[in-house]
């Protein structure tokens, strides 16, 4: 029987972490994020697919592709989140729940980050815990889709 599949999505930069900001982005790399929330969801019996990427038409394929096939999509949209409707209007059409996600907390920082595109389509956001957020959002998706 097959597991039902939570889709991990990382914006633009992210492929730096580890090495860009850790005053605000933590000291991590996004491989030990991933790795991360991979075993969270499999302790709670999901998969998780995860995909980086620096053009936001790839991300908004692959929210494309996930509709019908995953149960949730975390997103941590980076400089996305501020500006790509497209990316907004893809989630929007996603028929399950969105979590957004970010490491730093985007209201404790410079005012164009206060404005989120992404935050009219998700059901809640996980902000500011750096290292912990890919685990803190995984583990709220899993209590969201009530497993």
């Not at 597991?3 to 790399?29: F, K, M, Q, V």
């Not at 030990?32 to 075993?39: F, I, P």
């Not at 209007?89 to 410079?110: C, K, M, T």
């Not at 009219?120 to 290292?131: L, R």
Request: charged share 20%; hydrophobic share 40%; with cysteine.
């Amino acid at each position: 029987m097959s597991r039902p599949t939570i889709l991990l999505l990382s914006g633009p930069n992210l492929n730096l972490l580890g090495e860009r900001d850790p005053r605000h982005y933590g000291t991590a790399t996004l491989d030990t994020l991933v790795g991360l929330a991979r075993e969270c969801a499999d302790r709670h019996g999901y998969e998780l697919e995860h995909l980086q990427s620096n053009h936001e038409g790839a991300l908004i394929d692959a929210i494309h592709r996930a509709r019908g096939r995953c149960a949730g999509i975390v997103i941590n949209a980076g400089a996305f989140t501020h500006y790509a409707w497209g990316i907004h209007d893809a989630l929007a059409a996603f028929d399950g729940p969105v979590i957004e996600l970010h490491l730093s907390n985007p209201y404790a920082r410079e005012p164009w980050r206060h404005v989120s595109v992404v935050a009219p389509v998700a059901v809640g956001t996980i902000a500011g815990f750096k290292d912990d957020g890919y685990v803190l959002a995984v583990e709220a998706m899993v209590r969201t889709l009530g497993r």
